[in-house]
């Protein structure tokens, strides 16, 4: 079925526009704003990186076919994902997952977890039979390092954080899903725990082979995990390259002011300038035109003020968009 | 020593009552805050960070209650303070922003009339005046005047963070308790705010306590950084000791437990659970976790020592020498 060279993701060209209410003055609002980017069929965790309003959600959004694109379109195994929820949605619901910030609220909390588990084999046809059902319920488990005994009778209120965690994640593991979207998963986890989800995503790559889109504003933990990052500014995606391109050799002005002003776990790796205040905008301001970093940046001439720059490869892979390499 | 404290707290504890008895948040914190000094209240969630501020600044409300304590401020002990007493300290001798606190922000009232409001609730000036303190307060923090005239929803993240740091430094108070201000920003706007922070320190000599469970803002700002594991302070020390040599076994996991642009390295996080305030774990409350545990951790809560100058640690590995 699968052509070869085939991305296991691609997005050409998506645009979102939200119609805005008061606060925009009715105006259009462009959330995503021609974003293209694609992810290879290998197991790979790519980072969508980028600060609140940069779409990054939306972009999720569109992925999992919460929200429809109103520009360009997106292909999951080269078959527009509009297609596959008209033809076969529950396959694609089994192909990708969603993994959520707050893993507490995702379960119906008068269920058991055995119950839950039960539900989501049954719900893919996952087994043929009950005791195949348990058997891949604790293989499961027993990968995530839960102990099938402790936690199958029990409530999700009545596991702690780390467990539900896992058990998330255990769930995922029982569907074998292609592509995990996972937005900002591990943003509210202590740090202790963050590590271990973040080794268990490594793990779902080399050992399953599951692909992940991992979104998130923070690129430490971006650097830990993905081999390749996109990065987005309120909308646009302004540099894409392998992670230790992106972080080693940032060659957007946007992507470089992030990566600098990073707090490193180092006291003696002190931020060394100060960032001019004043400079800094003091709103939240959204370029008609030009690029959308232009306020901020300092390069910025008239071009960028006037004209959006492309985004151009500048040698191995490497894409940036910003007049400066043009 | 020889050093002048501006904040002591000994013996804290701040309980909660529950049906199954007390949960025993902040139990028995002792520490030190010196003059002019950032100092770090480090340590995840649960560990009873919030809370102990919280008591500090005499806002535990029921079930919640201090059981137990000292926290001498220039010398007076707040908890002995009557409400109006301590009505005169908040705002003007110490000023607490609270997490979260630039959502509470009206979003249909100019920022100078909240900033007014404020000063003028805790403070017996003119609206002129306070209009005139809310000026300088701004300018003090390098914020443009034009952000008076605007609305919550028009300034960014950072900048409404600011704004709440101007307004509890308008009345220059000694010390600033921030509760986890950058946690909701983004890396620009959370260095905006951090180095706003260290401005007045640097250049009003405010002291500050930064509640914070970001390993790296406290190694990005503090001067001294206390580690708190289950409603104790297990470390405290200056900032590049606790980070270079960490003592405790939980600060060193938690050290180890964060990725980095700056070194690509394996990281393990710490193995088990933190543990809940209402069953805390007999001995050294780590022990479950600890790698290095030993009988006496299990049986014996061990003290908060300086073993080093200057740098204490509450564990049995340093015991007797």
Redesign the interface.
């Known amino acids: 079925m699968k052509m070869e060279g085939t991305s296991l993701l691609e997005l050409r060209n998506v645009t979102k526009i939200f119609k805005g209410g008061g606060?925009y003055g009715g105006k259009e609002f462009r959330a995503v704003d021609e974003v293209s980017f694609s992810m290879p069929s290998e197991p790979s965790i790519l980072a969508l990186v980028g600060?609140?309003g940069s779409g990054k959600t939306t972009i999720a959004n569109m992925i999992l076919g919460f929200l429809k694109p109103d520009g360009g379109d997106i292909f999951f195994k080269g078959e527009s994902v509009t297609s596959w929820l008209q033809r076969k949605p529950k396959e694609y619901r089994r192909k990708v997952q969603a993994v959520f910030q707050d893993p507490y609220e995702i379960y119906n909390p008068s269920y058991r977890v055995d119950r839950i588990l039960k539900l989501t084999v049954r719900k893919f046809n996952l087994a043929a039979s009950e005791a195949e059902t348990m058997r891949l319920i604790y293989e499961a488990l027993e990968a995530l390092e839960l102990r099938p005994q402790d936690v199958l009778g029990r409530y999700p209120h009545q596991l702690?954080?780390?467990?539900r965690q896992r058990l998330m994640l255990a769930r995922i593991l029982l569907i074998k899903p292609e592509l995990i979207v996972a937005d900002e998963p591990v943003s509210m986890l202590?740090?202790?725990?963050?590590?271990?989800f973040?080794?268990y995503l490594e793990e779902f790559k080399s050992k399953y082979g599951i692909s992940c889109l991992y979104i998130t504003?923070d690129?430490?933990?971006a650097?830990?995990i993905a081999d390749k990052a996109v990065v987005l500014n309120l909308g646009r995606v302004v540099e894409i390259g392998s992670m230790e391109e992106i972080?080693l050799r940032p060659l957007h002005p946007y992507t470089q002011?992030?990566?600098s002003?990073?707090?490193?776990?180092?006291?003696?790796?002190?931020?060394k300038e100060?960032?001019e205040?004043?400079k800094?905008?003091?709103?939240?301001i959204r370029p008609e035109k030009g690029c959308p970093f232009a306020l901020r940046c300092p390069h910025a001439t008239k071009k960028c003020e006037e004209v959006k720059p492309p985004l151009i490869d500048v040698g191995g892979g490497h894409m940036v968009a910003c007049h400066l390499y043009g | 020593m020889g050093r002048n404290s501006i904040l002591e707290v000994k013996n804290l504890k701040v309980y909660y009552k529950t049906v199954f008895g007390d949960a025993r948040v902040v139990d028995d914190v002792s520490f030190t805050v010196y003059r002019s000094e950032i100092f770090g209240i480090a340590g995840?969630?649960g560990c009873g960070k919030s809370t102990l501020v919280e008591g500090i600044y005499r806002l535990v409300k029921p079930p919640g209650y201090i059981a137990g304590g000292e926290v001498l401020f220039e010398g007076a002990d707040l908890l002995k303070l009557s409400e109006n007493e301590m009505r005169e300290i908040r705002w003007k001798k110490i000023a607490y922003i609270p997490q979260g606190a630039m959502s509470s922000l009206n979003p249909v009232l100019r920022v100078e009339e909240q900033m007014i409001d404020a000063i003028i609730d805790h403070s017996d000036v003119s609206r002129e005046e306070a209009l005139e303190i809310a000026r300088r307060a701004l300018s003090e923090l390098?914020?443009?005047e034009?952000?008076l005239r605007?609305y919550p929803?028009?300034?960014?993240?950072?900048?409404k963070q600011r704004v709440i740091i101007a307004t509890a430094y308008a009345l220059h108070p000694e010390l600033i308790i921030a509760d986890e201000p950058v946690t909701a920003l983004?890396?620009?706007s959370?260095?905006?705010v951090?180095?706003?922070l260290s401005e007045l320190r640097d250049r009003h000599g405010t002291t500050v306590i930064l509640v914070a469970?970001?390993?790296?803002?406290h190694?990005?700002?503090?001067d001294r950084l206390a580690v708190m594991y289950a409603g104790k302070i297990i470390e405290v020390g200056k900032?590049?000791k606790v980070?270079?040599d960490p003592l405790h076994p939980y600060t060193k996991?938690?050290?180890d437990?964060?990725?980095?642009?700056?070194k690509?390295k394996m990281?393990?996080?710490?193995p088990g659970?933190?543990p809940s305030p209402l069953n805390w774990p007999p001995g050294c409350r780590f022990h479950p976790r600890c790698p290095y545990s030993k009988d006496v951790c299990r049986s014996e809560a061990p003290e908060l020592k300086e073993v080093k100058p200057g740098h204490l640690v509450a564990c049995h590995l340093y015991a007797g020498d």
Request: hydrophobic share 45%.
């Open positions: 606060v600060e609140s702690s954080g780390g467990e202590d740090v202790s725990l963050r590590a271990v973040l080794n504003h690129f430490n933990t650097y830990y972080v002011m992030l990566i002003s990073i707090p490193l776990p180092d006291p003696k790796m002190r931020w100060r960032l205040l004043r800094l905008q003091v709103k939240e | 995840e969630s390098g914020l443009p034009m952000v605007m929803h028009e300034l960014s993240g950072g900048m983004d890396v620009v959370s260095r905006e951090l180095q706003t469970h970001d390993m790296a803002v190694a990005e700002v503090d900032v590049d980070f270079y996991g938690l050290i437990s964060i990725p980095s642009i700056a690509k990281i393990k996080g710490i659970i933190a």
